[in-house]
C-alpha cells in the first residue's frame, strides 16, 4: 500500500459546482496533516491545516477520519481560478515532521 | 523577498556532469527540506536538516546525491555524475521547528540532463 493515495483525476466540474477529494494513508501514527495547492509548473503552496475536528476556510472544508485514516477536502461553489492540483500531505509517523506527499488530485473548474 | 530562495531556476547539464543547486531559507526557519518532483507525481522526500544537522536522508537518494547545510543557513544539493532519470524539479523547503505549520516551498530548479 502507498504511504498516501489520491484518486489522481482530472476532476472536471462546472463553475459553483461542490467537489470533494478524498486521501487515504497507510502509517496509524500520522499526526499533521495537510492541504496543498500546486499550480502548474509552479511550486506547492500551503492551502490549509487539517485538524482532528475539521475545518473551514471559506469555501474549503477538510476533515480528518483517523479511524478509517482517510483526510477529505470540499470545495463550494468552485472558481475558475481553484483548477490547480491538489495534495494531500501527511506527516510520516509520531514525532517526526518528514511530510510525505500524495501524488495530487486534478482539478478542473469549467466555465 | 522573505521568502524561500532557490538557485538557479533552471539547469540543462549532459549526462555525466555534476550539478549544485542552492537554497536559502526564511531567515528564522531552522529546518530545511530537499524535495524531488517528476511530472505527474508529488513531492517525494530526499533529506532534512535541522540547523547544520542533516537528520534523514531518503534511502531513495543514491551516493550521487549530497546535501550540506554549513552554517544552518543556506544549503546546497549536489548531484555527482548526472543521469537522464535525475531530470525533475527540485524543491526546497523550510519550516520553522516541526513543521506543525507546515512548509514553505521554493519555486524549485528544474534540472534536464540531455
Known amino acids: 500500500r502507498k504511504e498516501v493515495e489520491q484518486d489522481p483525476g482530472p476532476f472536471n466540474v462546472p463553475e459553483g459546482a461542490t467537489v470533494a477529494f478524498n486521501c487515504t494513508y497507510s502509517n496509524s501514527a500520522s499526526q499533521s496533516f495537510f492541504w496543498y495547492r500546486q499550480d502548474c509548473r509552479k511550486e506547492p503552496k500551503l492551502l490549509m491545516s487539517?485538524?482532528?475536528?475539521?475545518n473551514e476556510d471559506g469555501r474549503f472544508t477538510a476533515q480528518l477520519n483517523r479511524a478509517s485514516q482517510y483526510i477529505s477536502l470540499l470545495i463550494r461553489d468552485s472558481k475558475l481560478s481553484d483548477s490547480a492540483t491538489y495534495l494531500c500531505?501527511?506527516?510520516w509517523g509520531s514525532g517526526t515532521y518528514k511530510y510525505i506527499f500524495g501524488t495530487g488530485t486534478r482539478l478542473k473548474v469549467l466555465a | 523577498d522573505t521568502g524561500v530562495s532557490q538557485n538557479p531556476r533552471h539547469k540543462i547539464t549532459k549526462r555525466g556532469q555534476n550539478v549544485t543547486f542552492r537554497c536559502d531559507p526564511i531567515s528564522e526557519h531552522n529546518r530545511l527540506y530537499w524535495y524531488r518532483q517528476t511530472l505527474g507525481q508529488g513531492p517525494e522526500f530526499l533529506t532534512y536538516f535541522q540547523n547544520e544537522a542533516q537528520l534523514e536522508k531518503s534511502r531513495l537518494l543514491s551516493d550521487r546525491f549530497s546535501a550540506e547545510r554549513p552554517k544552518g543557513s543556506f544549503s546546497t544539493l549536489e548531484i555527482q555524475r548526472t543521469e537522464q532519470g535525475d531530470s525533475a524539479m527540485y524543491l526546497c523547503?523550510?519550516?520553522?521547528?516541526?513543521?506543525?505549520?507546515?512548509?514553505?516551498f521554493g519555486s524549485g530548479t528544474r534540472l534536464t540532463v540531455v
Open positions: 500531505v501527511v506527516n
Open positions: 523547503a523550510s519550516s520553522v521547528g516541526q513543521g506543525v505549520y507546515g512548509y514553505t
Open positions: 487539517v485538524y482532528s475536528s475539521g
